[in-house]
């Protein structure tokens, strides 16, 4: 099978997410910058020059090179800097995931993720340097305009995450992978359709027992159930809705109503 120079990695995983970016101006104290923990379904995203010192769940490291630091909202993390002009230069957002693809994505964040700013592509650098000149002077228009940009920074954040060669596995190897990408992109187009493990071999090009070795080598799960954890997060978002569970039966892809009830009533009890 050739790659697919066409296959589009990303735009169903984004519907999937349903991104909302903020840019946020953190309060710092001093020279250090506190994000405390919450609950919430989201990334904090800093955009670092350095020299600075990173801490989050327990461990450090320094940092002098641009780059991109991620932590979930569940991991508390402090950045601090020699001085106040070099912590001022970080910019940070929030990246709220309301959508059913959301915790497909928080899993590959477990851990803070350090992402250097090597040879960044020309969409990344533009926004970066558009970002930096609108903090310097205030403008016009300039909240609606930053958040606006804040969502072309996560665009190309997510890009540059999916050019890189990942060693640990998870949702941006599979994206990595043109064979593993054009399965992922079929389910998240159509995650409602009757996928089984030969038609998403099919996809990959593969034969059912590489695809399936493969595929669960780069994502660190089966298809069945990376495809079985996105119908779940569909339905209970649909119920969560008031839509009601024949509706949300229909958007996840179970045969009936019967099925998907004892697929909720056992994620309920785990």
């Known amino acids: 099978m ?5 296959l589009d990695r990303l735009s169903a995983l984004l519907h999937g997410l349903t991104p909302r970016v903020e840019l946020v101006r953190g309060a710092a104290s001093g020279c250090t910058l506190d994000v405390p923990e919450t609950r919430e379904p989201l990334l904090h995203v800093h955009l670092l020059e350095g020299p600075l010192r990173l801490e989050a769940q327990g461990k450090l490291s320094q940092v002098s ?9 569940d991991a508390a993390h402090r950045i601090s800097a020699a001085t106040r ?17 959301a915790p497909l994505l928080l899993a590959d964040f477990a851990q803070p993720k350090l992402v250097a700013l090597d040879n960044p592509d020309t969409l990344l650098t533009h926004v970066i340097a558009l970002v930096r000149s609108e903090l310097q002077v205030r403008r016009c228009g300039q909240p609606a305009l930053l958040n606006r940009a804040g969502d ?10 999916v050019a890189q060669t990942h060693a640990a596995g998870g949702l941006f190897s599979g994206l990595s992978d043109m064979r593993i990408a054009e399965a992922l ?9 009757p ?11 593969m034969s059912r027992t590489a695809f399936a070795v493969r595929f669960k080598s780069t994502m660190n799960r089966a298809p069945g159930k990376y495809l079985s954890a996105l119908r779940i997060q569909i339905a209970q978002r ?9 509706a949300a039966a229909r958007a996840s892809g179970y045969t009936n ?8 009533g056992k994620v309920q009890s785990e």
């Open 152 to 161: 072309i920074l996560f665009i190309g954040l997510l890009r540059h995450l």
């Open 238 to 246: 649909t119920v969560k809705a008031g839509l009601g569970l024949k």
């Open 65 to 73: 090179q641009p780059a991109f630091w991620i932590c979930r909202a």
């Open 185 to 193: 992109v079929a389910m998240h187009e159509a995650p409602q359709h």
């Open 2 to 6: 050739e790659e697919n120079p066409q």
């Open 195 to 205: 996928w089984t493990l030969e038609s998403l071999a099919q996809q990959a090009g």
């Open 257 to 264: 109503v019967s099925a998907l009830s004892r697929v909720l």
């Open 85 to 101: 002009q070099t912590l001022d230069a970080v910019v940070s957002v929030k990246v709220h995931l309301d959508g059913p693809a």
